[in-house]
């Protein structure tokens, strides 16, 4: 656990520099829609998981459309909904609404698919071994569930993770005569899953600045974090999410049933200890913190490979964690233009410090 920053204490660390731009339309055409997945390869090329309709858009490392892989459909090479992953010249895509997981190349080419796991919509993974890790349905008795595939979908295992103690979900149920849907609270500490590349999970709760390292699942390889103080949260900034939520899902439940639902009291006076947890290519940690009133930027903490901490690091703001992919030196990120256009931002990590 670490007291305080060991390598930068203020802006003078490791930045994170915008690179490239693929903007959602280019003139009268539309290049991408609504990205679900985001991947990179080796080769700098950028791999879109668009929807509507579902297809991967492939673009070389200026921003070109360089060709597409798969399409909608049910067929062979074919996917109605697609989370994907890059290892080495495997392109990984999983389908969570036809329970099926497909290998490409990527170069495009078909390889195989094999039944898999339904209907749990989250992000993918393969690690340094190639083994692919699908999210599904957990027993009663557990917590999160990965089933790990080879390349050649055989099943390697199943790696199980502990049920959280008596830590109720708090989320917002609404519903209409024409649906019902439920969303997370927004400041409401949530667990917080990554897989790591060389093996395992990191895996920690919101509600304390504690992230745990394992390698299978119920064992426990290292803990680490740093000391910290719950952030106050304004009323000022409460009530925004609330009026945000509201006009957000009025015009899929009304406006009635939205502000029944939406309550100020829901919403933490004090922010979780951290949002997301990721791990980029040469091991480092990266743990998204609340920003506070600072709307202009997405904070991280880094932690090197053995859970020190390092310093903070400011990113864009409006940063979404499942639709963020991290490389080795990279990320890719979606995010709305000022135009509320969908566009996907490649931003380089640039190191100092001898870190």
């Given at each position: 656990?670490?007291?305080?920053?060991?390598?930068?204490?203020?802006?003078?660390?490791?930045?994170?520099?915008?690179?490239?731009?693929?903007?959602?339309?280019?003139?009268d055409?539309?290049?991408?829609?609504d990205?679900?997945?985001?991947?990179l390869?080796?080769?700098?090329?950028?791999?879109?998981?668009?929807?509507?309709?579902?297809?991967?858009?492939?673009?070389?490392?200026?921003?070109?459309?360089?060709?597409?892989?798969?399409?909608?459909?049910?067929?062979?090479?074919?996917?109605?909904?697609?989370?994907?992953?890059?290892?080495?010249?495997?392109?990984?895509?999983?389908d969570?609404?036809?329970?099926?997981?497909?290998?490409?190349?990527?170069?495009g080419?078909?390889?195989?698919?094999?039944?898999?796991?339904?209907?749990?919509?989250?992000?993918i993974?393969?690690?340094?071994d190639?083994?692919?890790?699908i999210?599904?349905?957990?027993?009663?008795?557990?917590?999160?569930?990965?089933?790990?595939y080879?390349?050649?979908?055989?099943?390697?295992?199943?790696?199980?993770?502990?049920?959280?103690?008596?830590?109720?979900?708090?989320?917002?149920?609404?519903?209409?005569?024409?649906?019902?849907?439920?969303?997370?609270?927004?400041?409401?500490?949530?667990?917080?899953?990554?897989?790591?590349?060389?093996?395992?999970?990191?895996?920690?709760?919101?509600?304390?600045?504690?992230?745990?390292?394992?390698?299978?699942?119920?064992?426990?390889?290292?803990?680490?974090?740093?000391?910290?103080?719950?952030?106050?949260?304004?009323?000022?900034?409460?009530q925004a999410?609330?009026d945000?939520?509201?006009?957000?899902?009025?015009?899929s439940?009304?406006?009635?049933a939205?502000?029944?639902?939406?309550?100020?009291?829901?919403?933490?006076?004090?922010?979780?200890a951290?949002?997301?947890?990721?791990?980029?290519g040469?091991?480092?940690?990266?743990?998204?913190?609340?920003?506070?009133?600072?709307?202009?930027?997405?904070?991280?903490?880094v932690?090197?490979?053995?859970?020190?901490?390092?310093?903070?690091?400011?990113?864009?703001?409006g940063?979404?964690?499942?639709?963020?992919?991290?490389?080795?030196?990279?990320?890719?990120?979606?995010?709305?233009?000022?135009?509320?256009?969908?566009?996907?931002?490649?931003?380089?990590?640039?190191?100092?410090i001898?870190?």
């Amino acid at each position: 656990m670490s007291p305080g920053p060991t390598a930068w204490a203020d802006t003078s660390g490791w930045k994170l520099t915008e690179a490239l731009k693929i903007s959602g339309s280019d003139g009268d055409s539309t290049v991408i829609n609504d990205p679900q997945s985001l991947a990179l390869d080796g080769e700098g090329r950028v791999y879109v998981a668009d929807e509507k309709p579902a297809v991967i858009k492939v673009f070389d490392k200026t921003g070109k459309l360089v060709r597409t892989i798969g399409r909608e459909g049910a067929g062979p090479g074919e996917f109605q909904v697609a989370f994907i992953t890059i290892h080495g010249a495997n392109l990984v895509v999983h389908d969570p609404r036809q329970s099926r997981t497909s290998v490409f190349d990527t170069s495009g080419t078909f390889v195989k698919s094999w039944n898999s796991r339904c209907c749990y919509y989250q992000p993918i993974y393969v690690d340094q071994d190639g083994l692919a890790y699908i999210p599904g349905m957990s027993p009663p008795d557990s917590g999160p569930t990965y089933i790990r595939y080879a390349m050649d979908g055989g099943t390697r295992d199943t790696l199980y993770l502990p049920k959280l103690p008596d830590h109720p979900e708090k989320s917002w149920t609404f519903s209409s005569k024409q649906m019902m849907m439920s969303m997370g609270i927004p400041l409401v500490p949530e667990q917080q899953l990554r897989v790591n590349p060389a093996g395992g999970f990191l895996v920690g709760m919101g509600d304390h600045y504690e992230i745990r390292e394992t390698r299978r699942g119920r064992d426990t390889a290292r803990v680490f974090g740093r000391t910290w103080t719950a952030t106050p949260v304004s009323t000022q900034r409460r009530q925004a999410i609330v009026d945000s939520t509201i006009k957000q899902v009025t015009g899929s439940v009304g406006e009635e049933a939205a502000r029944n639902t939406v309550k100020l009291s829901d919403v933490p006076s004090s922010a979780p200890a951290f949002t997301d947890i990721a791990v980029d290519g040469r091991g480092y940690r990266w743990v998204m913190i609340d920003p506070g009133d600072d709307t202009t930027h997405t904070w991280f903490d880094v932690f090197d490979t053995t859970g020190v901490y390092l310093g903070k690091v400011a990113g864009p703001p409006g940063l979404v964690s499942w639709r963020i992919s991290w490389k080795d030196d990279a990320l890719l990120a979606y995010v709305e233009d000022a135009d509320g256009e969908p566009a996907v931002i490649k931003y380089d990590i640039q190191r100092k410090i001898g870190k």
